[in-house]
């Protein structure tokens, strides 16, 4: 007994290193595979590859709405009036890092008694800005607010050190520190925020609804349908019936009233689109199910006492996995789409979570304009995030084929 789990454990191997071997000869589905796992990599480390590292990638600045690609701008950070919160590593990764500081967008700087003007340009009117150069040495190094008399500046080192400048000092200090400039690469949108940031987030929103979506159609469909397929009878009537039921009902329609049901927002979606995707899966696996329950080995099992449970899970499952898989991978790009379209509709992701349907919504307007790729990249994303989706599938789908599969 113990030799014929072996030989069967080392068929497994073989059969999953020659499906692997048919699957790379495909490019086009290997290239599908290699651009998910880059999405994967992307929306994992999220911020700290994101330009714009504040939750949801919203740092604001109306002064800024929809630059061009590949503009640069300067900044004077100026601290904000609250505490210092700093953001650990993993908590920047997973949440983004709280901004300390405000960034005011200048062409030029000029400095008097004690206070900065920031000036500048939006389409070439000048907006001007005036704050204290004590609160822009706060944002520097110190803790204590700055004082102000007769050109000398006095403040307190974080060190607990006091230190005094003069105004000339004190305007060097600041071009020096408090003068950055940042690239929009993909430019802003129309709230002034870095729309590339805005972009590597939004993969985390795809990939996580269409993850929890795959993991509640396929735990659903794989019990109901196993059920179906084993037992038979009055258990598989009854279940079919239930599937046909949920399969006359229009899935968008479906999801929209389990949104409107649940509420708007990110996680009701993933509920949603999950629960109205797991009549695909169950359809398939009662077939398959039904194919296998008359095996000789299914027979052996139930005639050396095996219980039901056992025989689904140890030695039928086990047998349906690859057309579950490639299911899944359908059901994945599936769910992709219908989150971007529930979101676009005003029904998903709710600002400011950066959803690619929220982000083509809120900026279609544009595509008439001279700015469609506001609109355009994100929809982008989506397409070609899907079209991975479905060339793993279907690469699957033939490396698990014997028949169309070039075994030489």
């Not at 900044?75 to 500081?101: P, W």
């Not at 990110?266 to 949603?272: D, E, G, K, L, R």
């Amino acid at each position: 007994m113990k030799g014929y789990l072996a030989t069967m454990s080392d068929t497994a191997d073989s059969q999953s290193t020659v499906v692997w071997k048919r699957f790379k000869r495909n490019k086009l589905a290997l290239g599908g595979l290699l651009f998910i796992a880059f999405s994967v990599l992307i929306a994992i480390t999220g911020y700290l590859v994101a330009p714009d590292e504040s939750p949801y990638a919203n740092r604001q600045n109306p002064a800024l709405h929809v630059l061009s690609p590949g503009t640069t701008v300067q900044f004077l950070k100026v601290r904000k009036n609250t505490d210092t919160v700093v953001t650990g590593f993993f908590e920047k990764m997973v949440f983004g890092a709280t901004d300390n500081y405000d960034y005011l967008p200048c062409d030029s700087l000029s400095f008097s008694k004690g206070q900065l003007i920031a000036v500048y340009h939006e389409d070439g009117v000048p907006v001007i800005q005036s704050v204290y150069a004590a609160d822009v040495l706060f944002a520097i190094n110190t803790e204590q607010p700055t004082t102000f008399e007769k050109e000398v500046y006095g403040f307190t080192l974080l060190n607990g050190e006091t230190k005094q400048l003069s105004s000339e000092q004190v305007e060097q200090t600041i071009r020096k520190n408090s003068l950055v400039k940042k690239r929009f690469v993909l430019g802003t949108d129309r709230l002034g925020r870095d729309l590339l940031s805005r972009i590597i987030i939004g993969t985390r929103i795809s990939l996580g609804v269409g993850l929890v979506a795959v993991v509640i159609s396929i735990l659903i469909g794989v019990l109901l349908g196993a059920m179906a397929g084993y037992f038979g009878g009055r258990t598989d009537a009854f279940i079919s019936w239930f599937m046909n039921v949920v399969w006359s009902i229009p899935t968008l329609l479906l999801v929209i009233a389990i949104t409107l049901v649940l509420g708007k927002g990110i996680t009701q979606v993933f509920i949603a689109v999950g629960l109205t995707m797991w009549v695909d899966v169950a359809r398939l696996v009662r077939g398959q199910v039904f194919s296998l329950r008359s095996r000789e080995f299914i027979e052996a099992g139930k005639v050396l006492g095996y219980s039901h449970s056992r025989i689904i899970l140890r030695h039928i499952l086990p047998n349906i996995l690859g057309p579950v898989a490639v299911m899944a991978a359908s059901n994945f790009a599936t769910a992709i789409l219908m989150e971007a379209g529930l979101s676009f509709l005003g029904l998903g992701a709710q600002p400011p979570i950066p959803s690619w349907g929220e982000i083509t919504s809120a900026h279609h307007g544009y595509i008439l304009m001279d700015k469609a790729y506001l609109a355009f990249l994100p929809g982008m994303a989506i397409m070609l995030l899907v079209l991975a989706f479905m060339l793993v599938g279907n690469g699957l789908r033939d490396a698990m084929d014997a028949r169309s599969a070039d075994t030489k």
